[in-house]
């Protein structure tokens, strides 16, 4: 029986690590073709020549997602190298926490930056492909910071919380072209997103806060489980955290 990911073209921003790097294995070893996107092109390469070496389909692209040029590339790519683009992964993101009070702004500008912008340069780069096809399948990255606000992550929130009224939107109006539509909200998730804190003392707290992280191929089975429905079934949000995690 087909488990609806073998065969599929997938293309994923940010699979040089986290997430990313852990959903392209775990598709990989299911069948599907997988375009890698990140800036990091050697271990992009590495991951890529792993999953080819076992068997699989995987290319290497090197992406900045805050360039739509770069994105749309990207996808091209995939069409170039695969014929289609089944499923868009908007992943790529970054989590410099810090309170609003120590103006951050360079911080402030780079998450807008990748985590909305991205996001959007990656719907804008796969959306006309996947309308003319009449099929396909867009996941977007939030955050159970999509759903909550707290001291200290106000600007990550605010632009997890827009990953998820985008992803809303994009749901109602790509309806008449058969495109599916997920937006998957990860809490803890042991990956390197931590490092992206650059105040000393908010890592420290960050670090102390992952210590209850679970697995990345948690994330890796939600996107496993939204792609694998039947086509006619739409998987819209998933939300999960680790038991232990009260926030
Ligand atoms: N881990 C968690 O607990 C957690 C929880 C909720 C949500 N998330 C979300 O999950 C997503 C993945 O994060 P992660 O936890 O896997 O962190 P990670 O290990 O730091 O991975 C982040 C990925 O994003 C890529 N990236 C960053 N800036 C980029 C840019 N300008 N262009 C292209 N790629 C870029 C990085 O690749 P390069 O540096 O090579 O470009 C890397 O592959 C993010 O959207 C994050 O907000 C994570």
Redesign the pocket.
Known sequence: MSNNIEGKVVVI?????????ATARLLSAQGASVVL????VD??QSLADELTGSGGKAIAIT????HCEQVKRLVAAAVQAYGRIDVMIN?????PQAPLERLKIDEWNRMI???IK?VLYGIAAALPHMQQQKSGHIIN?????GHKVGPGFAVYAAT?HAVRALSEGLRQEVKPYNIRTTVI?????????P??VSEPDIAEKVRKA?EI?IP?ES?ARAVAFAMSQPEEVDVNEILFRPTRQEL
Do not use: Q
Request: proline fraction near 2%.
């Open positions: 921003t940010g699979a040089s690590s986290g997430l990313g790097e996107g990140a800036r990091r271990r992009l992406t900045d997602v805050t992943n790529a993101g970054l989590m930056d990748v985590n991205g990255v939030s955050s159970v910071a997890k909200s990860p809490g803890a998730d042991a990956t390197e997103r490092n992206s992952y992280a990345a994330f």
